[in-house]
């Protein structure tokens, strides 16, 4: 009889603990943001409301902390892939963006989407701080 071995749950609170630190640091300065563009008495577009800057936020910072901890534990050159995957994502993530300023450029002009791409930004700069320090990245031994 061989016992099988259920995969290791030890990392799980460490990368609960990146993706809500990343979270709840990235959601602030987001909040900062959607805020100051009626601030500044721009045009406020429905993506720049609080709740869902912060429901978009939890969610980048809780899938980036499992795709970080992915290629932690399965990559041979963490360090190297990661180098390269974290800015062809925030490359992606700014897809939208550019969509939705095409969109709407006539409406409201570049301010509001141009907001968003900060967030996005912020949001990946934040989480990557964050994930270096909690979930440190180290290369297996060849």
Sequence with gaps: MTATTAPSTAATPRVLLAAGTAAVLASAVNVGIALAVPALGLPVLPQLMPAGVVAFTVVAAVVGAIGWQLVRRRSADPRRLLTRLVPIVLAVSFVPDVALGVATATGTGPAP???LALMHLTTIV??????ARVLPVRNRAA
Excluded: D, G
């Excluded at 934040?126 to 994930?131: H, L, R």
């Design 113 to 115: 989407v141009l907001a």
């Design 126 to 131: 934040v989480a990557v701080a964050v994930y």
